[in-house]
């Protein structure tokens, strides 16, 4: 389906192979890499996304002058699993009402609460602009296909406060994430710590080395096929282990990631006396690292702190990257110096009783969400000035 407004035209499509490399690489060429097409069309191809997953893709491609200059990731959802912003309970109330909740629309990327570009647009181009008739756009396409709802999931500040202006609700979660103070090495940046703090921190990786156990950091050329396939057995082993299945991403997801995506890899890979047991995938740029995956055959004392925080922090210094996004939750971060972070997201529902309503409630949600934020800012381990 397209429209035109002026010399916009707007085009969904079902796969984004149909909207191809070239095109949505260009458009979100400043974005993180779960943004590129790399990592959104493994998802697809490799069945995480699509088929029986209850995600079914319906990117918006815009164009101005028939030329490509925004591209969006829209899935229509089934159910409301892999977003990490929670609205269960909205789904309970219109089910109570005898009222569909699904389908919905989402703008995010699937199985990744990470903050990023969700309009990748082309310099050039003003957002104000443009976003007006995007809403619009969308606002058609959900009720032509029976949509009761767009949720734009993990947008920045700026696109949320755009999208509050356009009739979209703001609402805040909370994360906690990891900033380089320009540290030079693991100890300079435990000196910002009380010494309390300082010394569990050491304890704990001191506990995990007396378990004979020993960890490698692998990237691009280093990374093996074999490192990848150990790493899935890790991830779907933890995920039987904790949720009954095997996880949300395929193995043939992470080999294509391992093809495609190399140089933007690093695996952490533990072993205890010389036998590989544990590891943790994360996705990085030149400036922000994000843990992503995790998996252990054995629990071990403090190995999923070494491997998915310690490990990272000491990458992004020896990497001079700025931010790390440890992952979603885990108010065991704090105390290991990740600092409690706004997330935001958006929110618009077709049926106006229940716009309102779910108003309503982020008002209220709101308040709670900056008391918590405000509570956990107290719990970090550093100094006071």
């Not at 994360?282 to 994000?290: G, V």
Request: charged letters at 20%; hydrophobic letters at 35%.
């Amino acid at each position: 389906m397209s429209d035109t407004n002026s010399k916009f035209t707007f085009n969904f499509f079902t796969s984004i192979s149909q909207i191809g490399q070239q095109i949505w690489d260009e458009c979100a060429l400043d974005s993180d890499p779960c943004c590129h097409y790399a990592f959104l069309h493994a998802l697809e191809s490799s069945g995480s996304v699509g088929a029986q997953s209850g995600w079914s893709a319906q990117h918006l491609l815009v164009c101005h002058n028939n030329q490509a200059i925004a591209v969006l990731p829209l899935y229509q959802k089934q159910h409301s699993y892999g977003e990490y912003i929670f609205d269960f309970a909205w789904a309970n109330t219109y089910k109570h009402y005898g009222v569909d909740y699904y389908p919905k629309l989402i703008c995010a990327i699937p199985f990744t609460p990470v903050t990023g570009a969700r309009i990748m647009l082309k310099a050039g181009f003003a957002s104000e602009e443009v976003l007006p008739l995007i809403c619009q756009q969308i606002e058609q396409h959900m009720h032509e296909h029976g949509m009761s709802s767009i949720h734009w999931l993990f947008v920045d500040k700026e696109t949320s406060a755009n999208l509050a202006t356009n009739g979209q609700l703001s609402r805040h979660s909370v994360q906690f994430q990891w900033f380089n103070q320009q540290y030079s090495s693991f100890e300079h940046y435990l000196e910002r710590f009380s010494s309390r703090k300082r010394k569990n921190i050491k304890k704990e990786r001191a506990a995990v080395l007396q378990q004979n156990i020993t960890v490698a950091r692998l990237c691009a050329q280093q990374l093996t096929k074999q490192d990848m396939r150990f790493f899935y057995h890790c991830y779907t082993q933890t995920y039987l282990k904790r949720s009954g299945h095997h996880g949300y991403l395929t193995e043939a997801f992470f080999q294509q990631i391992f093809e495609t995506m190399a140089n933007n890899l690093m695996l952490v890979i533990a072993y205890k006396d010389d036998e590989p047991v544990a590891s943790a995938l994360f996705i990085y740029d030149e400036k922000k690292l994000f843990g992503r995956y995790w998996g252990a055959l054995q629990e071990l004392d403090n190995l999923h702190f070494e491997c998915c925080y310690y490990q990272g922090i000491e990458f992004c210094i020896e990497q001079n990257i700025a931010q790390f996004n440890p992952g979603t939750q885990g108010e065991h971060k704090i105390s290991r110096g990740f600092e409690p972070i706004y997330c935001y997201s958006n929110h618009s529902l077709k049926e106006k009783g229940f716009h309102q309503a779910v108003s309503d409630f982020i008002v209220q949600e709101k308040l709670h969400i900056a008391q918590y934020k405000q509570q956990t800012q107290g719990l970090l381990p550093f100094k006071v000035p």
